[in-house]
């Protein structure tokens, strides 16, 4: 599946892979299937590309977010929806993987790195089932689990502790654009992930807003009350707060409506490689 992966992104950026076509459409057909335009549910696999190290694993495709925001996805413009309009496959429709224990074990015992990361080309939280169990497999490997993920979908009360004994590293999003009516079932997963004892990171998506406007002004406040503690605070189980710019898609055909209204000037931000990635102290104490 990474080669398949690897030569998909290639082609959408523009670099026409060295292997006949016909070859790359086998390998396209093994993960997607091009007449239901689906992901196919397949045994899921470490891989990597060319932003992310071979210590990624993927426990659904796809993300039902892509259907939010007009159809954009998520408010800062979702670079797996842009591949996926790209491709012949359906991104809003997510589809969760199989969980084959002797496969993936192997391939575990194999990464380099002391964590993996569960989420890339789909939201781990559409089947939270799944991504636990696979939490735990990776807990078992001597590896910690990262989980990034938006929160579409909340764990049950049962699988929340699961996730904190298996040592898992909650990565969730949010920015100024997310309202009190979605933070707030969110902000309460954090708080008991939290009491539990588990590692909670906010990743806090931050836009140059238009600061001549009214709206632009209510925004920057907004997007600075989630720093420094995130939109939630439980006393002395502070969360990490990772702060990152919002790469907005090039070109005029992925301009987001919102932006139009907020953002005067947007930039385009490159994507930062992990290759060479650690994990450091909260950026704000």
């Not at 397949?42 to 990624?56: C, D, L, V």
């Not at 990490?240 to 947007?266: C, F, H, S, V, Y």
Request: charged residues 30%.
């Amino acid at each position: 599946m990474e080669g398949a992966l690897v030569e998909t992104l290639s082609l959408v950026e523009g670099q026409v892979p060295e292997v006949p076509k016909s070859v790359f459409a086998q390998r396209v057909e093994k993960w997607i299937d091009t007449k239901e335009r689906r992901f196919r549910s397949r045994p899921m696999e470490i891989h990597g590309n060319s932003k992310n190290q071979a210590n990624t694993l993927e426990t659904v495709y796809g993300c039902r977010g892509g259907k939010t925001n007009k159809g954009h996805g998520c408010w800062w413009g979702c670079y797996a929806k842009f591949i996926c309009k790209r491709l012949p496959v359906d991104f809003d429709e997510p589809v969760p993987q199989v969980l084959d224990a002797a496969t993936l074990w192997p391939q575990l015992r194999r990464v380099k790195q002391s964590w993996v990361r569960i989420g890339i080309m789909g939201d781990p939280c559409h089947d939270w089932s799944v991504t636990v169990a696979a939490c735990e497999l990776v807990h078992r490997a001597s590896k910690t689990p990262v989980v990034i993920t938006r929160q579409w979908d909340i764990p049950t009360k049962d699988e929340l502790p699961r996730m904190f004994e298996a040592d898992t590293l909650i990565h969730a999003t949010v920015c100024a654009f997310d309202g009190d009516r979605f933070l707030e079932p969110r902000v309460k997963m954090a708080e008991d992930y939290l009491r539990f004892g588990g590692k909670w990171v906010w990743r806090v998506v931050r836009f140059h807003f238009d600061d001549s406007t009214e709206e632009g002004r209510r925004l920057w406040a907004r997007q600075d009350s989630l720093v420094p503690t995130g939109p939630v605070s439980v006393p002395e189980k502070r969360p990490l707060i990772l702060e990152t710019p919002a790469r907005l898609m090039k070109g005029e055909r992925q301009r987001n409506p919102t932006w139009d209204r907020a953002i005067p000037d947007w930039q385009y931000f490159e994507a930062p490689t992990t290759k060479d990635h650690r994990f450091s102290m909260p950026n704000r104490n």
